[in-house]
């Protein structure tokens, strides 16, 4: 089993607050993701890294922000919440990104009213 | 960018074999296809990678013709549990830049 925390699971806040979803892996790997997905959609890539000090936009734009100052620690963070950014987001690391797999944490489902 | 293209729902019968095509007109010569399962308010799963020909694990078999133009899962005798969304997915990417594509995913349900 791959070991990958995400926290919260679940998050219900109001518009404007400031919030960071939490993902965590103990597996050493240098590639991380974070994926938006809405009920019953496809998954999006909003966020990759390929190691410390390296991030990326994905194919789908987002407002949040991410960081990694740790290999095993990739933020996301919303400095403005707002309805529009409810969604369930998912973290995924792999070793490398070709061939190898994507280890997904469990998820965080963000509502916010 | 070789994106996916996948039945978007099937349904079967338990015990039945099930194979899910997925369509990447444009994948790259390096590129590998991957599909993974996922349950509802769960993150995906891993099931099977390939690059070309035949592979086969504990749960499934990938079948991917010369031209890799397409791929087909193969789950043999499926069971209530196997209810879920199959994504197919073409890692590929340029020196430097790595581009990942989940295709719109198979909702499979197996009825009783």
């Known amino acids: 089993e791959a070991d990958i925390y995400q926290t919260p699971r679940y998050l219900v806040i109001g518009t404007g607050k400031k919030i960071t979803l939490e993902c965590s892996q103990t597996m050493g790997h240098d590639k991380m993701y974070w994926y938006q997905q809405d009920p019953g959609m496809e998954l999006h890539l909003i966020h990759y890294?390929?190691?410390?000090?390296?991030?990326e936009k994905g194919d789908l734009s987002s407002e949040s922000t991410v960081s990694r100052i740790r290999t095993e620690h990739f933020p996301l963070t919303l400095e403005s919440a707002r309805p529009s950014h409810t969604s369930q987001y998912l973290c995924?690391?792999?070793?490398?990104?070709?061939?190898?797999?994507?280890?997904f944490g469990p998820g965080t489902r963000l509502t916010v009213l | 960018l070789a994106k996916t293209t996948q039945p978007i729902s099937m349904d079967s019968y338990e015990g039945q074999e099930v194979n899910i095509t997925c369509s990447h007109n444009?994948?790259?010569?390096?590129?590998?296809i991957t599909w993974y399962q996922q349950f509802p308010s769960q993150g995906p799963r891993f099931i099977i990678q390939?690059?070309?020909t035949k592979v086969t694990n504990e749960v499934a078999s990938l079948f991917i013709p010369a031209d890799r133009k397409s791929s087909t899962l193969s789950l043999p005798r499926v069971s209530l549990s196997d209810t879920a969304v199959y994504y197919c997915?073409?890692?590929?990417?340029?020196?430097?830049?790595?581009?990942?594509?989940f295709g719109k995913g198979t909702k499979l349900s197996v009825i009783p």
């Open positions: 390939g690059y070309k």
């Open positions: 995924a690391s792999s070793e490398t990104p070709r061939s190898d797999t994507q280890y």
């Open positions: 444009n994948i790259a010569t390096n590129d590998y």
């Open positions: 997915l073409v890692v590929e990417g340029g020196a430097g830049s790595y581009q990942l594509t």
């Open positions: 890294s390929y190691g410390v000090n390296s991030t």
